[in-house]
């Protein structure tokens, strides 16, 4: 399995997303099934998990299922031979997100997700989203300072403008960002320069727009409403899907040219284009887990993911979080 760095730290080049779960995918899993749906990640060669303290649902019996709990259970009893990643700073508040980066939301955060983790340390802890009310120096000094005291190992900023960055990285060195990133969604990439000046990695998140690129889903798919946020992207809205096409039918042909799906040539097209993009997609089917996993050994050169790059700036796609 290809390897890639995030910091010091060597993970697989593609790693598991671990929110569906239990948030925005549904009802959340069972913690027996979740456990054996880790457990074969493992198995098959994942070592990069990704949760967040925000991330939670409720069961069928009105409890509230909190993914790092799932997450750290699973995952306990092999903690030193896997690298765990969770985030802080943002809360629910219905239909808008609520952001507190204060220094003692952090370090509240901190503990309770070590507690719920099961864990004495994080090994790359993530300001969930910037909080515009408090400066990227201040958060940095914060991180700095945890990293001191051995409750993370590092830190990253997840959805982060070049400035902050730079800001932050002059204070504490950032090890990774997790950005939107996709064939639908490449606004991002104007800190590909950055990123690799700074030596952070650049870690995707919803690599596959929510599972469109999967060719899994159309206008016709019904989504589980509310408890399930894609019935409410707009990718799988009629326009959307039509919108999209034309890539669809790009993806399929490449796929049957590589003998491969077209959710693994879209990973493969990052993976391939830069060695320090680390995608994590998720699910909760084992067959799907090996499927990204694999795309791995899918290549794609150079001139095959230009060409695929022409393309795509010449098509606009309606796909949420879109800029």
């Known amino acids: 399995m290809d390897k890639r760095k995030i910091g010091n730290m060597v993970v697989s080049s593609i790693g598991l997303g671990c929110m569906g779960l239990s948030h ?18 493992v ?5 990069l998990f990704d949760t967040a303290e925000c991330y939670t649902g409720v069961n069928s019996d009105g409890s509230i299922s ?40 952090i370090r509240k955060s901190v503990d309770e997700s070590l507690k719920r983790l099961g864990t004495d340390y994080i090994d790359l802890y993530y300001q969930h989203r910037i909080d515009p009310k408090v400066e990227p120096e201040t958060v940095a000094e914060t991180m700095g300072a945890l990293i001191k005291e051995g409750k993370i190992r590092s830190w990253g900023i997840s959805e982060t403008t070049e400035d902050y960055l730079r800001r932050a990285h002059a204070i504490c060195p950032v090890a990774a960002i997790q ?34 690129l999967t060719g899994q889903y159309d206008q016709t798919t019904k989504f589980e409403e509310g408890a399930d946020f894609r019935s409410r992207m707009p990718q799988f809205t009629a326009d959307g899907v039509e919108q999209s096409r034309e890539l669809l039918e790009i993806l399929n042909q490449l796929a049957s040219e590589k003998k491969a799906t077209p959710a693994q040539i879209s990973l493969a097209w990052m993976l391939c284009k830069k060695p320090w993009i680390i995608p994590i997609p998720g699910s909760r089917k084992p067959k799907r887990l090996k499927e990204n996993l694999d795309a791995a050994y899918v290549k794609l050169t150079d001139k095959e993911i230009k060409v695929i790059d022409t393309k795509l700036d010449q098509m606009e796609f309606i796909v949420f979080g879109g800029h």
Do not use: C
């Open 24 to 41: 925005a995918s549904g009802a959340p899993t069972g913690k027996k099934e979740a456990a054996e749906i880790l457990r074969q990640a």
């Open 43 to 47: 198995d098959l060669g994942y070592t």
């Open 66 to 105: 909190y993914n790092e709990e799932l997450v750290g259970e699973a995952l306990r009893t092999i903690r030193d031979k896997i690298v765990l990643a969770t985030k802080y700073g943002v809360q629910h508040g219905g239909d808008h997100l609520i952001l507190d980066s204060r220094p003692s939301t």
């Open 179 to 212: 950005n939107r990133y996709s064939m639908m969604a490449r606004w991002h990439e104007s800190l590909f320069s950055t990123v690799e000046e700074l030596g952070v990695a650049f870690v995707a998140f919803s690599p596959m727009a929510n599972g469109f």
